[in-house]
């Protein structure tokens, strides 16, 4: 089955820097590579996804990139602010099934 | 639309007791999925309803397990009996189809104490 590696487990940054979280997936045949944030007390809620003909995909402050040869995707925060604070996850899709990566716990401080 | 909407948000219970999770899903999505999620494993699919039936229940960790959906608007994970370490979170997620291009929405979870 799909393993999905995901890194750092923590991360703390300045408000207004820069945090980058990275994947790496093991199936081929995985074609869908989403990320999910979850904020405490809630369900993981979709931020930006990507998929295998993509390499690149931006929404304002967030972007993904996708290396399929290399098999790592990774989600990039600009100019970080206090409530981007929460536990961001990396998935891989084969077909229907997520596989998701250990989490990322990002705490952005002012 | 209120979003997947499950219940209890909390439930304590005693080893051995039997425990019921709810979830009823956004009104027309056509697939159901239960998660657990432990700091140890992370999160997993227990299983995945389609139409109502269910389409693949590998993940459902032992006979203890089982999961429902008796029309298209409820579901039922419930675990008989239970031991502490099925204490996790537990979310539902529907989607509208299966696979990329369907997002999967999520409920806010349910957080199971086994004692």
């Known amino acids: 089955g799909e393993n999905v590696e995901q890194h750092p487990s923590t991360l703390s940054v300045q408000e207004g820097d820069s945090a980058v979280i990275k994947c790496t997936y093991s199936?081929?045949?995985?074609?869908?590579f989403p990320w999910y944030k979850q904020e405490l007390g809630k369900g993981p809620q979709l931020i930006i996804d990507?998929?295998?003909?993509?390499g690149e995909k931006k929404d304002q402050r967030i972007a993904v990139t996708l290396n399929k040869t290399a098999k790592h995707f990774s989600l990039h925060i600009t100019e970080t602010q206090p409530e981007d604070s929460a536990v961001y996850f990396c998935?891989?899709?084969?077909?229907?099934?997520?596989?998701f990566g250990a989490g990322t716990t990002v705490t952005v401080r002012a | 639309d209120a979003g997947v909407i499950q219940s209890p948000r909390h439930e304590v219970t005693e080893m051995g007791q039997e425990v019921t999770l709810r979830c009823k899903p956004i009104?027309?999505?056509?697939?159901l999925f239960w998660y657990r999620q432990t700091m140890m494993r992370g999160l997993e699919l227990l299983i995945y309803?389609?139409?109502?039936?269910?389409?693949?229940d590998s993940g459902m960790p032992e006979d203890r397990f089982s999961a429902k959906m008796p029309n298209a608007s409820f579901s039922t994970l419930k675990i008989q009996p239970s031991e502490p370490r099925d204490s996790a979170v537990y979310f539902c997620?529907?989607?509208?189809?299966?696979?990329?291009?369907?997002?999967?929405?999520f409920g806010p979870g349910t957080r199971l104490t086994v004692l």
């Open positions: 309803f389609n139409n109502n039936v269910p389409i693949d």
């Open positions: 199936d081929s045949a995985s074609n869908y």
């Open positions: 997620a529907s989607s509208i189809g299966r696979g990329p291009y369907n997002e999967q929405f």
């Open positions: 009104s027309g999505h056509d697939y």
């Open positions: 998935a891989a899709m084969d077909d229907y099934k997520l596989s």
């Open positions: 990507i998929r295998s003909n993509v």
